[in-house]
């Protein structure tokens, strides 16, 4: 099947992140994402609050989105929404918009792993990214999820490696709140690691499978070694900032690269994909570079607009979907967990 004149929207609504894009045979024509400010002062996404943030976001960031892509409503091919894994509430908005929507339109509806999209990312054409070729390892690292996946296709994904407690995220913005920062944390320490020195303190990188990750030991021997500092200096924190930022952003790559050496020497596939949030991190993103020199690996890093949440990974693989007549039923319903 041909994707001449094809016109897909992808809405997005798993956690904070109100989202609508256009694509057109690969290409990104609008990408519009509402961030909800309202969790700042909670240190944390409150789920009530995000559902209704989404409903109050979803009809002029879904306007928005078919205005900037020049194309009336009507031209629509089909909806691709994520169906889940999320915040119930969230995905309910998302879903039950998209389903009025396909019906009103009459067109097909399409549903979305959130975590496939991360992935699936990569697929969307730019002008200087390369889409990678099967089989690649995909390194999933955002505020739900830390996971190594060996994709073999598209829709053939093998979760090989995740983590056993907290996700990567989870530990930036954890770790950031400890530190006085307003949620989420994780850019924030980014931001600051840029002009620290990453071996002014250690942290320990806890021990688990060879593909396996855990973060909750590393939140709670930052929260000891700084309530131990704050009683020799109570100024510790602001004095020493960068240095921290940078030692535990440190930590935290370091233990990702051990991760994704073990996985390709495993599974002798050196092509691989980053996506999910904590990739816009500098920090990972350069020790991937340094890795293509170094280990003669293949990297693939998402442009910083597809690595956080947004809908444009969503109507890539509504796209791809579409191609294959891969819809959903109008009853289908909205999961909060699940798997590849
Ligand atoms: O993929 P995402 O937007 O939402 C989820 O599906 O969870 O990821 C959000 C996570 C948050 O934990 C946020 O702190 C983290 O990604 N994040 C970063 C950076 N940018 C976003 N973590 C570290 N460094 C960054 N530059
Ligand atoms: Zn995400």
């Not at 960068?242 to 440190?250: G, H, R, V, Y």
């Not at 170094?294 to 956080?308: D, F, R, V």
Request: aromatic share 8%; net charge negative.
């Amino acid at each position: 099947m041909t994707l001449k004149k094809t016109y897909i929207l992808g809405i997005e609504s798993s956690c904070d992140d109100t989202a609508a894009a256009v694509i057109h045979n690969g290409v990104v024509l609008s990408n519009v994402v509402a961030t909800q400010s309202v969790h700042e002062e909670y240190g944390g996404v409150v789920p009530e609050l995000a559902s209704r943030a989404h409903q109050q976001n979803i009809v002029p960031v879904v306007q928005l989105a078919i205005h900037k892509a020049n194309i009336d409503k009507k031209q629509l091919n089909a909806i691709a929404f994520t169906i889940g894994p999320g915040l119930m509430g969230s995905l309910l908005v998302g879903t039950s918009f998209s389903k009025s929507l396909a019906m009103g339109l009459d067109i097909p509806l399409i549903d979305v792993n959130h975590m496939q999209a991360h992935i699936l990312a990569h697929f969307i054409k730019t002008e200087d990214h390369s889409t990678p070729s099967f089989p690649f390892l995909a390194l999933t690292i955002s505020g739900g999820h830390t996971q190594i996946v060996k994709v073999n296709d598209y829709f053939a994904m093998e979760v090989i490696g995740q983590t056993l407690d907290d996700a990567v995220g989870e530990a930036f913005d954890k770790s950031a709140k400890i530190l006085g920062f307003p949620y989420p944390g994780g850019p924030l320490i980014d931001k600051y690691a840029q002009k620290g020195n990453p071996e002014a303190y250690k942290f320990p990188k806890p021990k688990v499978g060879p593909l396996d990750f855990s973060f909750s030991g590393l939140k709670t021997s930052i929260l000891y070694f700084v309530e131990k500092q704050l009683k020799i200096n109570p100024d510790f924190i602001s004095e020493n900032l960068e240095d921290i930022c940078a030692s535990l952003q440190f930590t935290i790559v370091d233990y990702l690269m051990d991760k994704l050496k073990n996985a390709v020497e495993q599974t002798g596939i050196n092509e691989v994909a980053i996506g999910g949030g904590v990739s816009a991190n500098t920090g990972i993103r350069s020790a991937l570079k340094f890795a293509e020199e170094i280990y003669g690996w293949k990297t693939h890093i998402p442009k910083i607009e597809y690595c956080t949440d947004n809908a444009a990974m969503i109507a890539i693989v509504g796209e791809l979907k579409y191609k294959h007549k891969l819809f959903a039923e109008y009853n289908v319903v909205a999961k909060a967990r699940m798997k590849f």
